[in-house]
């Protein structure tokens, strides 16, 4: 088990509704990226907070924003969802930033009907 | 965005058997990971690698950077049944993004 852990687990929502995911980072972690992970497929980075700035971004529309807190733990927000944005959403912490010593959580798993 | 190819995209294998897989790219990376993913859970780090022509092990796991900075390898050596999940392969630029490949699924036959 990482320390890292995401609510909620499962979630259904119809597209054009907007989900909030969250994440609670490892303890002494103040970096969390989050990634989008397509059934069969890899993940993608959807982008990193570093202290409560975002630090990075891939190649994801506005419509994807994202918030982290004093205590370093972050949410990820989608609006208007569309039917592809199903997918595993994973959350990432680390100490530095850096992506091999990130731990990733369990995920959360978005339906869009 | 970059395209990371992983190939076999599955394999099954009797248990005790080594295994082989490799990973490709069209850009040159300045790190590679090597991740192991079981159902319901994210990805865990199981060796990264951070110079061309780099060989490193982790316990029964090999792993090289290829000297084109294009490719990486991945080896398990006397494959046992918890070796089972998706290993994916995943190479960063020199930000923090991290692209990932397409996955290795694994099934150890006992």
């Known amino acids: 088990e990482t320390g890292v852990t995401q609510s909620p687990t499962h979630l259904i929502k119809t597209r054009g509704q907007q989900v909030t995911l969250r994440c609670s980072s490892q303890?002494?972690?103040?970096?969390v990226s989050w990634y989008q992970q397509a059934l069969g497929q890899g993940p993608q980075f959807i982008f990193q907070?570093?202290?409560?700035?975002?630090?990075g971004r891939g190649n994801f529309p506005p419509r994807f924003s994202g918030l982290q807190f004093p205590n370093y733990s972050s949410e990820l927000n989608v609006n208007a969802l569309e039917l592809d944005d199903s997918a595993l959403y994973l959350c990432?912490?680390?100490?530095?930033?850096?992506?091999?010593?990130?731990?990733f959580g369990p995920g959360t798993r978005l339906t869009v009907l | 965005g970059q395209q990371l190819n992983q190939s076999p995209q599955s394999m099954f294998i009797q248990e005790g058997e080594d295994v082989s897989m490799n990973c490709t790219s069209s850009s040159i990376f300045n790190t590679w990971l090597w991740y192991k993913q079981d159902p319901g859970e994210g990805p865990v780090l199981l060796i990264a690698?951070?110079?061309?022509?780099e060989l490193t092990s982790n316990g029964r796991l090999t792993a090289q950077f290829g000297i084109t900075r294009k490719d990486s390898f991945l080896n398990i050596s006397a494959s046992i049944p918890s070796d089972v999940g998706i290993y994916f392969c995943?190479?960063?630029?020199?930000?923090?993004?991290?692209?990932f490949g397409t996955g290795t699924r694994l099934t150890v036959i006992p």
């Open positions: 907070y570093y202290r409560e700035e975002e630090n």
């Open positions: 690698l951070y110079k061309a022509g």
């Open positions: 990432a912490s680390s100490q530095t930033g850096a992506v091999d010593t990130q731990y």
């Open positions: 303890s002494g972690h103040n970096t």
């Open positions: 995943a190479g960063q630029t020199g930000a923090n993004n991290l692209f």
